[in-house]
């Protein structure tokens, strides 16, 4: 069977070479740009990948995601412009989807996060696994989401495990400008689409990551590194309740205009004030 790569992107001219080079063993590359304003696209087409384009979003957007149609093999690799892949990975993945009636449907491969230059096993984002691939008739997508978009309507899952130290790496936040912009893209979509969302629900969002780098990863033994991870982890958390917060429980938009319009009444009160007083 074929695979079919598909990446989403925005303004990444200065990394998609990379990613897309380390793709040219699928059968297509499909590259969804979410109006570009660099030379991402071009490049794109320059190594051959099918450019398909959606209007960008202030927030991130999971309907972007269903442009998964427009992969037309019965495997699909996720991919980001973050993203390179090894050799000795890419060789097993082919091998592994060509094989005739295979009986798995989702492919969990060796999957390596670097955060600021970090990639440590008491990481908060750290995962050895990651469902990458998968066959297009087992995708489900949940556009209501914005972690969880993407499904599956299986369980059959096979780890890759033969492959030594190769991986995907996922080469993220390379500097905190970087992790700061797109955590406010996340972090304006969650206090947006959620339509049941409650304080409680939030703070329960925020209690989970302090649990993961405190009790789960011990994340303060990497040192240093660790102290900047919990502070760069826990940072998301804590202003994705505020964001949420914002939605349920702030008014300031209408208390400050309340102010400002108190303001100039109290103003104009005493400029007629002086005019009247000065008449007599």
């Known amino acids: 069977m074929s695979i079919s790569a598909f990446i989403p992107v925005f303004n990444e001219e200065k990394r998609i070479r990379y990613a897309l080079t380390s793709l040219k063993w699928c059968d297509e590359i499909i590259l969804l740009d979410k109006n570009s304003t660099d030379k991402t696209v071009e490049i794109a087409k320059e190594l051959g990948a099918k ?9 991130y957007n999971a309907d972007e995601l269903t442009f998964f149609k427009y992969c ?18 890419a060789s097993e993945i082919k091998r592994i989807t060509s094989i005739p009636n295979f009986e798995f449907d989702i492919l969990n491969v ?7 230059g970090i990639e440590n096993k008491r990481s908060p984002w750290h995962g050895d696994f990651h469902k990458s691939v998968f066959k297009k008739a087992v995708l489900n997508i949940r556009t209501e989401e914005v972690h969880s978009a993407i499904g599956f309507t299986s369980n059959k899952k096979l780890d890759i495990v033969n492959v030594g130290n190769s991986a995907i790496h996922h080469l993220t936040h390379e500097t905190v400008d970087s992790m700061m912009d797109r955590h406010l893209r996340y972090w304006r979509t969650e206090g947006e689409m959620y339509s049941d969302l409650t304080l409680k629900k939030a703070l329960k969002g925020l209690l989970r990551a302090i649990k993961v780098v405190m009790v789960n990863k011990k994340t303060i033994l990497m040192g240093w590194n660790g102290v900047a991870l919990i502070c760069a982890y826990l940072s998301y958390a804590m202003m994705s309740f505020v964001y949420k ?11 400050y205009k309340d102010l400002r319009e108190k303001s100039i009444e109290n103003w104009k009160e005493l400029e007629k004030h002086n005019e009247q007083k000065n008449k007599k």
């Open 51 to 59: 450019v398909y384009s959606m209007e960008n979003t202030v927030g």
């Open 245 to 255: 917060w914002e939605k349920i429980n702030s008014n300031a938009s209408e208390y």
């Open 110 to 116: 060796p999957y390596k996060r670097y955060i600021l």
């Open 72 to 89: 037309s093999s019965a495997w699909i690799i996720l991919f980001t412009a973050s993203d390179i892949i090894d050799i000795e990975l």
